[in-house]
Nanobody, 126 residues
Framework: QVRLVESGGGSVQAGGSLRLACAAS????????MGWFRQVPGKGREGIAT????????YADSVKGRFSISEDNTETDTVFLQMNALKPEDTAVYYC???????????????????WGLGTQVTVSS
């Protein structure tokens, strides 16, 4: 069973930056989608960024132009989320996820993701 472990969360003032990382415990099938989701209390888990096996990247409108997703697969499967120009409404628990059900394509549908991290808290103060 693949385990995903997020790191890099924390507290920052509005306008600041954070970089999240997600490391997989083992190699994930090459045809997969890696994604970042976030969730605030009382709301559903929102997909915000995905990167497919062919490096096609998608962003939710709420983070487009501010967040950047990338991968480093040289030693382990690791995905990053660079978050710039953070706003108080970005405050949430951020989750890393991997899908092998889409044969390398991506979706923001959380039901299609097979593996999830435990999440890391990001708090943005005004």
């Amino acid at each position: 069973q693949v385990r995903l472990v997020e790191s890099g969360g924390g507290s920052v003032q509005a306008g600041g930056s954070l970089r999240l990382a997600c490391a997989a415990s083992e190699r994930i099938r090459s045809a997969r989608c890696m994604g970042w989701f976030r969730q605030v209390p009382g709301k559903g888990r929102e997909g915000i960024a995905t990167i497919a096996s062919d490096n096609k990247i998608e962003y939710a409108d709420s983070v487009k132009g501010r967040f950047s997703i990338s991968e480093d697969n040289t030693e382990t499967d690791t995905v990053f989320l660079q978050m710039n120009a953070l706003k108080p409404e970005d405050t949430a628990v951020y989750y890393c996820a991997a899908s092998v059900a889409l044969y390398g394509r991506c979706s923001f549908n959380r039901d299609l993701f097979n593996y999830w991290g435990l999440g890391t808290q990001v708090t943005v103060s005004s």
